[in-house]
C-alpha cells in the first residue's frame, strides 16, 4: 500500500494542478476529448472531473472512479453531466461486454496497480470498431531527463505509486486493438494514443 492516496490528496488536488492545467494540460485535455467519435463514453479515472468541460453536450459520459473522495471534489454542475457513475477499481468495470463506444483515460496509467487488467477491462467493455484514448505522460525523450525521471520514481513509486516513464502502450500490445493515431510533446513526456478495438475478449 502506498503511504500517500488519492483519498488522502484529494482535497489539495486541483489546486495542486491549477498551474499545470492553464499552462499545458488544459489544452491536451481538449484535444483529446475533440477525437471521441462515439456517443456512449466512459472516462475511467475521471478524479474531480478535469475533462468534463471538452465534453459536447450530446456524448452519454459515464465516470468511473476507485477514491470517493476524488468523485467528492467534483463540481455540482461536472456531477449533474454525468449519466452515471461507477466507484469502482478499473480492474473490474462492472458492466457488460461491449457497452461503451469509447473507453478513455488521462493520467491514470502511472498510479495503477493492475495497469495490465485495467487495459484489458477498456478493451472488454468497448464494442468492436469502438476506440480507446489516452492522455498519459510518459518516459522522455532525452537521456538526462529520462534518467532524473528514473531517479524520481525511486521516491515516488514507494510513497504514493506513481511511475513518471510508465508508457500505457505497452499495456495494449497483446490486445485486439489497432493504433489509428499518437501525438507526443513536452520532450515526448506527453502521449495521446488512440486505437481502435479490432474485436471483442
Ligand atoms: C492523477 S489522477 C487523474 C484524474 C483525472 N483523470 C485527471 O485527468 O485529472 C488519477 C485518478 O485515477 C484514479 N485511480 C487510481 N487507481 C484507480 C483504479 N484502480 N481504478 C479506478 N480509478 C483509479 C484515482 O483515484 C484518481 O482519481
Excluded at 2 to 24: G, S
Excluded at 42 to 71: C, Q
Excluded at 141 to 165: G, I, Q, R, W
Amino acid at each position: 500500500m502506498p503511504l500517500i492516496d488519492f483519498d488522502l490528496i484529494a482535497p489539495v488536488y486541483n489546486k495542486a494542478m491549477y498551474v499545470a492545467e492553464k499552462c499545458c494540460l488544459r489544452e491536451w485535455r481538449r484535444k483529446l476529448i475533440s477525437r471521441v467519435k462515439g456517443k456512449r463514453v466512459l472516462e475511467v479515472g475521471i478524479g474531480t472531473g478535469a475533462n468534463i468541460p471538452f465534453y459536447p453536450p450530446h456524448i452519454e459520459l459515464y465516470g468511473l472512479d476507485s477514491s470517493r473522495k476524488m468523485l467528492g471534489q467534483m463540481p455540482d454542475e461536472y456531477v449533474q453531466r454525468l449519466a452515471g457513475v461507477f466507484i469502482s477499481s478499473a480492474d473490474k468495470i462492472p458492466v457488460e461486454n461491449s457497452f461503451f463506444d469509447t473507453a478513455l483515460s488521462t493520467f491514470v496509467f502511472c498510479n495503477l496497480e493492475a495497469p495490465e487488467e485495467v487495459a484489458k477491462e477498456m478493451v472488454r467493455v468497448v464494442r468492436p470498431g469502438g476506440q480507446l484514448l489516452f492522455l498519459e505522460h510518459t518516459s522522455p525523450c532525452n537521456t538526462m531527463l529520462k534518467a532524473s525521471f528514473k531517479a524520481l520514481e525511486k521516491v515516488t513509486v514507494p510513497l504514493m505509486h506513481e511511475y513518471f516513464t510508465r508508457d500505457v502502450r505497452k499495456f495494449l500490445e497483446k490486445l485486439p486493438v489497432k493504433k489509428v493515431h499518437e501525438e507526443r510533446s513536452n520532450s515526448g513526456i506527453l502521449l495521446l494514443v488512440e486505437y481502435e478495438v479490432v474485436k471483442s475478449i
